[in-house]
C-alpha cells in the first residue's frame, strides 16, 4: 500500500508541474513572440530485489518522472502594424539583445527608441546588430528595417539587425522578460530566416487547447488526490485493527 501512496505521489508532483507550464503558457497568451512549452514524463521502473529467497517475486514499481519542458518553435500567426519600429521573423531565428545578464534572445520585435537613440525591445534591452547596438540620431527621419535587418534612415544604413539560430535551441532556457538564455554559442541565422517589417509575432499559445488541457489536467490531479486519501484512511484503519487483535 506504501508503494502504491508514493506512486501516487510521484504522479502528483508531474502533475503539479505541468500545471505551471500550462499556466505561464495562459499567462503569455498575448505576449508578443512567445514561446509555449510543454511537459514530457517517462517511466521510472524500481529495479527488483535481487534476492532470489522471495516465495513471491517483487514486481517492478513504475513512477513518474519528470523529463523536461520542450520547447514550442511552431511559427506564431504574423499582425501587420505599420510600426516602421516592429519587425517579426518568419522561420527559426531569435534577435539577439543586450542585457545586465550578457547577451539574451528573443522572438519579441515590438522595438522602440530610448532616450539615447538606442533601437531597444519594449523592456528596455539594446537590439543587437553586426556591429553591437544599432544608433539612430535624435534629427534623423524616415526609420525603416529591411526584410535583411538592415536599419536606414533618411541619413542611410545605420546598422543590420543581427537573426541568430542554434543548433539544438531546445537548450534554450527562459530568462524572464521574454528572453532566452544559451550555453551554446548561437550562430547567425541561415536564408530560411528573414524578417516582416512593420510586423509582430503573435504568441503561438492556442487558448482553446491550453485551456482544455488545464481542466483535464486538474481532473486527474483531483482523481489522484482522491485516491491517495482513501488508501491513506484504508491504512490507518488496517492499523487500528490489527491494534484491536493485538490487545484483544
Not at 522595438?111 to 537613440?117: H, I, M, P, T, Y
Given at each position: 500500500?506504501?508503494?502504491a501512496q508514493?506512486?501516487?505521489l510521484s504522479a502528483q508532483v508531474a502533475l503539479g508541474r505541468e500545471l505551471e507550464v500550462i499556466?505561464?503558457?495562459?499567462?503569455?497568451?498575448?505576449?508578443?513572440?512567445?514561446?509555449?512549452?510543454?511537459?514530457?514524463f517517462q517511466e521510472y521502473l524500481m529495479p527488483r530485489a535481487s534476492a532470489e529467497t522471495f516465495p513471491t517475486p517483487d514486481r517492478r514499481l513504475s513512477y513518474v518522472i519528470?523529463?523536461?519542458?520542450?520547447?514550442?518553435?511552431?511559427?506564431?500567426?504574423?499582425?501587420?502594424?505599420?510600426?516602421?519600429?516592429?519587425?517579426a521573423i518568419r522561420g527559426e531565428a531569435f534577435f539577439a539583445v543586450q542585457t545586465p545578464q550578457g547577451e539574451r534572445y528573443t522572438r519579441n520585435g515590438a522595438?522602440?527608441?530610448?532616450?539615447?537613440?538606442r533601437l531597444v525591445t519594449s523592456d528596455g534591452f539594446p537590439v543587437l546588430g553586426d556591429g553591437g547596438p544599432i544608433q539612430i540620431g535624435?534629427?534623423?527621419?524616415?526609420?525603416?528595417?529591411?526584410?535583411?535587418?538592415?536599419?536606414?534612415?533618411?541619413?542611410g544604413n545605420r546598422?543590420?539587425?543581427?537573426?541568430?539560430a542554434f543548433a539544438n535551441p531546445q537548450a534554450l532556457t527562459n530568462a524572464g522578460a521574454n528572453l532566452y538564455a544559451s550555453t551554446a554559442p548561437a550562430q547567425p541565422a541561415?536564408?530560411?530566416?528573414?524578417?516582416?517589417?512593420?510586423?509582430?509575432?503573435r504568441s503561438n499559445v492556442s487558448p482553446v487547447l491550453t485551456m482544455t488541457r488545464m481542466m483535464e489536467v486538474n481532473r486527474i490531479y483531483t482523481l489522484v488526490s482522491d485516491t491517495l486519501s482513501r488508501m491513506d484512511s484504508m491504512r490507518g484503519t488496517a492499523i487500528q485493527r490489527l491494534s484491536d487483535v493485538g490487545n484483544a
Open positions: 500500500m506504501l508503494n508514493l506512486i501516487g499556466a505561464n503558457n495562459m499567462a503569455n497568451v498575448s505576449t508578443t513572440g512567445f514561446k509555449a512549452r510543454s511537459t514530457r519528470d523529463a523536461g519542458t520542450p520547447l514550442n518553435l511552431a511559427q506564431g500567426a504574423i499582425e501587420a502594424t505599420g510600426n516602421p519600429l516592429n519587425a522595438f522602440e527608441l530610448d532616450a539615447q537613440g535624435a534629427q534623423e527621419t524616415g526609420l525603416a528595417i529591411g526584410p535583411d535587418g538592415t536599419v536606414s534612415t533618411n541619413q546598422g543590420k539587425i543581427r537573426l541568430v541561415g536564408p530560411q530566416a528573414r524578417i516582416e517589417p512593420g510586423a509582430i509575432e
